[in-house]
């Protein structure tokens, strides 16, 4: 069993930054690919980015390539988000997720999911 905790989220201008953390426990955080993921209303869960075990390959969609930067920390079990040059299209609560495979984009590859933080941008 793997619990996931999202933070960081809030209500930010267009072009302004936020840093979305992700804190495991229950197992081992350095064995597991971690994704990141979101979901705005009246649309369906998207791919936003993933991050390798050892954070050596890491993977964006490409809505937010150059903008989102996906980093992870195995000693302190937490995978963070930062988000730069937010667009309202933004807007969605944000999920991170584990993988026991490997780094992927695909939602049905991740077991565990974290309860979600809202990420409102506003133009």
């Known amino acids: 069993q793997v619990q996931l905790v999202e933070s960081g989220g809030g209500l930010v201008q267009a072009g302004g930054s936020l840093r979305l953390s992700c804190a495991a426990s229950?197992?081992?955080?350095?064995?597991?690919?971690m994704g990141w993921f979101r979901q705005a209303p009246g649309k369906e869960r998207e791919f936003v980015s993933a991050i390798s075990q050892n954070g050596g390959t890491r993977s964006y969609a490409e809505s937010v390539k150059g903008r989102f930067t996906i980093s992870r920390d195995n000693g302190q079990n937490t995978v963070h988000l930062q988000m730069n040059s937010l667009k309202p299209e933004d807007t969605a609560v944000y999920y991170c997720?584990?993988?026991?495979?490997?780094?992927?984009?695909?939602?049905?590859?991740?077991?565990?999911w974290g309860q979600g933080t809202q990420v409102t941008v506003s133009s």
């Open positions: 229950g197992r081992t955080f350095r064995n597991y690919a």
């Open positions: 997720a584990v993988s026991e495979g490997d780094i992927s984009d695909r939602g049905r590859d991740y077991g565990y």
